[in-house]
């Protein structure tokens, strides 16, 4: 089964989140005790959730930790998958 490129969850905070709290950026980075910048980034698919964003997305009451790094972890390993790699061969072929 192919998997389609699925969306950064940055853009799920930028797009249903934010105005769903009637929120802009900043406003929700001074919640989150992170700089508007940092924020931004992530929001704007350049950086990617980490787990201490995660946890404090939890604290605020904004999803699971777990569901956004799961999020994170699914695009990226989409990313990768989808970028030029080496030929690397099974182990047992390598001899």
Not at 22 to 45: H, P, Q, T
Not at 52 to 73: C, F, N, T, Y
Request: aromatic fraction near 6%; proline fraction near 7%.
């Amino acid at each position: 089964m192919r998997m389609y490129n699925p969306p950064h969850p940055g853009e799920l905070l930028r797009e249903d989140v934010l105005p769903s709290l009637g929120f802009k950026i900043a406003a929700l980075a001074r919640v989150l005790y992170i700089s508007r910048e940092m924020l931004s980034r992530v929001c704007n698919a350049r950086s990617a959730i980490s787990p201490d964003l995660a946890v404090r997305l939890e604290r605020a009451g904004i999803g699971k930790a777990r569901h956004w790094l799961a999020m994170q972890s699914t695009y990226d390993l989409w990313q990768a998958e989808h970028r030029e790699q080496p030929d690397i061969k099974p182990i047992a072929n390598v001899a």
